[in-house]
DNA sequence: CATAGCCGCCTTTTT
DNA sequence: GGCGGCTATG
């Protein structure tokens, strides 16, 4: 569909041709709000894309125009294309969040923060929230960190700074979980971090407070782009509201079916109310669908109509037909993988390429019968997985080692570092060190500098630390140095190589992947104009997996639904069609927002498919380590009629005997019944499908779970 | 102060 | 079945 090879400019009328009416009117109406909407399939990239190319060839600079994408990837992909279109590079393309992190650097005064700053993730947050728990002296049984976590990330996506959620808590919970917050942001700043969420609400406050900022940003980005509006959040929504507020130059392109990511605070609200917020806008409506055959389009529909509350929508097929879908049952969740490997066997002897098919699960946890499977078969494939490899051990180690030296408060890394490799500095120094710089009111690297000072402390790790300190005050002589000189001089002199080498085979992996990360930053060191190890470690905190994935090599891609939004594949095989998995069992199902999001999930899954697709559930699951019996998911029987019928029913065949003995029962919302291992429950929703019923019950016990009848013994009381 | 081994916790999805 | 955190031991 694309063509990056075509050496003209957009304005080419050949080139201008290959857009429908509608895609062209979404490419060529330049001035002022647009809104599109856009159904999967529908060249809505292409369109963001020779966008950008008309607005430069309308004489627009590119470094007046700002387009924002939901990954790194999609990013990068977009300024290629760009440039293949042949206009001049410049456009500023990004995320959401590497936007913030350039905006917040260039006006950290405004913001109130340093330009240093480290960006915090998962794992260094959960320190932080167990320690602002620790503080506040509340037990992490009442508070799990978690569970705080995602509520201080919802507040900061909804724009609430703990002083206002302070003010408007009134009971005991949200005034306790006031503390914390206040506590939690309070660890932040000491040690100089910002959280994800932190990134967009601090950019959005400042905007906010600074219409001079405001009006500048307004005068840099005189157009402003954004992909995948449906999933953006309150906070994201303020931040382009802001940014535009000058001139109203936005473009918006999303589908409220493919809304993904409520449970990250993304509101659907911002999509559908785009004509409300700009009452001028223009609106187009990209239906027709160049992507997948009719017969897979059909199915999808039967699906997403299920959700009522939706604006509907039709999905125009442009392909023939000639698709081929498949529902299989297997045993097991490894059975189940030897049929996926299987079927690529016959996809690729039949000519397909290994990089045409991508396998989709609801959980990261079930690629690993898949990865057996395909290790098994032979079969190269790459697993897309979130922050795999900024995860290993190795790679915190050295990116902490770096922290340290742009963030000297970042007494996070300082920690890690400062016994990796051992050194003899253990905790009864390092907590030590903490006291003191906590009642000196210093930062930790101050308090290390001044170890000397320390009464508590011997001479020996006095002598210790000092070392230690030198050896980081050395490497800062080093700090305008390309990034990945000075990466490779901290690996060696640090003694991190020298540990590695002298261990077992694991290590020696460790060591190629250090390697790996000093030649990736060569190579930001060779594309970037101003390289810095600051921006490069603020840009690589932003970073995935899912960035690194690589389309071209050919290898079977398998990665979770959600990770699959954008992407597009010959042949999809979607695995593990059950209740509790898909839909999710801690996706509340008695809330129908959730289900529909679950519903949505699956949508945006099949929609992948050109040709082929495979949709395949498991009679048995292991769940951590538990095998539980599974029941098709709900989502199979509403596919269309003549497709269930034909497909779902002919191949459950049940065939254990003991489904033979029990009579069908009805059940009704309400009623009261008793299940042999879960004790006592209410019926949420029956779903009669004759001796195939289903019952949704929330027991006592606290868990919702979907019950077939035939299976378990539930008695009616 | 380092290390090994054990216990208990959690596991949806990701920038 | 995996990891982080804690404890007991050297």
Redesign the pocket.
Known sequence: MDDPEHPASIMNDELARQLTPAQTKAVFHIDGPLLVIAGPGSGKTRVITYRIAALIDAGIRPHNICAITF??KAASEMRQRTIALGTAPGAHIS?F?SLCVTILRRYADKAAIQPNFSIYD??DQT?CI?QAIKDCELDTANF?P?RCLDTVSALKNSLIDPDSFKNNADDFFSKTLAKVYMRYQHILAERNGLD?DDLLMKAAFLLRDNPDVCSELGNRFRFLLIDEYQDTNHAQYKIAKALVSSHNNICVTGDPDQSIYR??GADIRNILAFENDWPNAAVVKLEENFRSRPEILRIADALIAQNKNRKPKKLIPVKPPAANITIAASEDESQEAQTVVQQVKDLTGRGAALNDIAVFYR???QSRALEEAFIRGQIPYQIVR??EFYNRKEIRDILAYLKALVNPDDEIALLRII?TP????????TDAVRAYAASNNIGFFDALKKAGDIDSLSKA?KAKIAVFVNMLEQFKTHLTDPVAALAERVFIDSGLKDLLQAGGEEDKDAVENIYGFISKAAQYDRQTENPTLLDYLQQIS?F?D?DAYDTSADRVALM?L??AKGLEFENVFIVGLEEGLLP?E??DTDNEDELEEERRLFFVGITRAESNLFISYARYRTI??QLNRAIPSRFLYELGEDFTNRNVENQCCYDDAESQEIQHQALEKGDLVRHDSFGLGTVREFIDMGEDSIAVVKFNTGQTKSIMLKYANLSKI
Do not use: E, M, Q, Y
């Open positions: 990954t790194n995320t969040h998962d794992s320190k167990k799990p978690s994800f449970w990250r959980v990261n946890a979130g922050v016994n051992a050194r003899g500095i253990g905790k009864t120094t790790p932003l995935t899912v979770t959600h990770s999710h801690r996706s951590r380590g």
